[in-house]
């Protein structure tokens, strides 16, 4: 069964940094380009950022937002994806979702992990 | 802020159609970019409904369908049931912004 787990979420004050994990189970990762995409409480999803498999590179693309605050890295060894989140706004506050990127399906975002909550607050 | 708009909410009764618009500009749907939906029951993370515009993944209902045309998409739901009563994004690639960009989001209401 293809799985994504999340972890790593918490409550952090403004200007601190967080580290989440995703791992991934029941498909071959080392192949897979991987997103993280965020939902504030109440909000819509947005798009947070991209790492693409290894033999394409294994480059990063991020959302205005959080570009040269937030690093997306990936361990093909432990079939696991990180979100490094630097220099926290309260406006970061929401559920963070990895999903995998599926080129047989046009890029969409086919698998979703559970999501893990991040509340940055004083 | 989103990029792809969508109505913020649509309903209908049970067994009626309802159609459910994201419409883009000529960075992203209408530079040819693929569109996919997604629905997103209450408490639970989004699901891929429909990918590449019109195309179910296994196991969706084929109540549920898609469609493209120029800077626009649409998804429609026939023969209501209330199982589809959630929120509904869809999702595209922008040139300009250089990354991926959801809709606003719709939720559909049975009534």
């Known amino acids: 069964e293809v799985q994504l787990v999340e972890s790593g979420g918490g409550l952090v004050k403004p200007g601190g940094s967080l580290r989440l994990s995703c791992a991934a189970s029941?498909?071959?990762?080392?192949?897979?380009?991987m997103n993280w995409v965020r939902q504030p409480p109440g909000k819509g999803l947005e798009w947070v950022g991209r790492?693409?498999?290894?033999?394409?590179?294994?480059?990063?693309d991020y959302a205005a937002p959080v570009k040269g605050r937030f690093a997306i890295s990936r361990d093909d060894s432990k079939n696991t994806l990180y979100l490094q989140m630097n220099s926290l706004k309260t406006e970061d506050t929401a559920v963070y979702y990895c999903?995998?990127?599926?080129?047989?399906?046009?890029?969409?975002?086919?698998?979703w992990g559970q999501g893990t909550m991040v509340t940055v607050s004083s | 802020q989103s990029v792809l708009t969508q109505p913020p909410s649509v309903s209908g009764a049970p067994g009626q159609r309802v159609t459910i618009s994201c419409t883009g500009s000529?960075?992203?749907?209408?530079?040819?970019?693929?569109v996919h939906w997604y629905q997103q029951l209450p408490g639970t993370a989004p699901k891929l409904l429909i990918y590449?515009?019109?195309n179910r993944p296994s196991g969706v209902p084929d109540r549920f369908s898609g469609s493209k045309s120029g800077t626009s998409a649409s998804l429609a739901i026939t023969g209501l049931q209330a199982e589809d009563e959630a929120d509904y994004y869809c999702?595209?690639?922008?040139?300009?912004?250089?990354?991926?960009?959801f809709g606003t989001g719709t939720k559909v209401t049975v009534l």
């Open positions: 999903t995998t990127d599926d080129d047989d399906s046009g890029r969409a975002l086919n698998v």
């Open positions: 029941g498909f071959t990762f080392y192949y897979a380009w």
């Open positions: 790492i693409k498999a290894k033999a394409d590179g294994a480059t990063t």
């Open positions: 000529s960075s992203n749907i209408g530079a040819g970019y693929d």
């Open positions: 590449a515009a019109s």
């Open positions: 999702q595209s690639y922008d040139s300009r912004l250089s990354g991926y960009v």
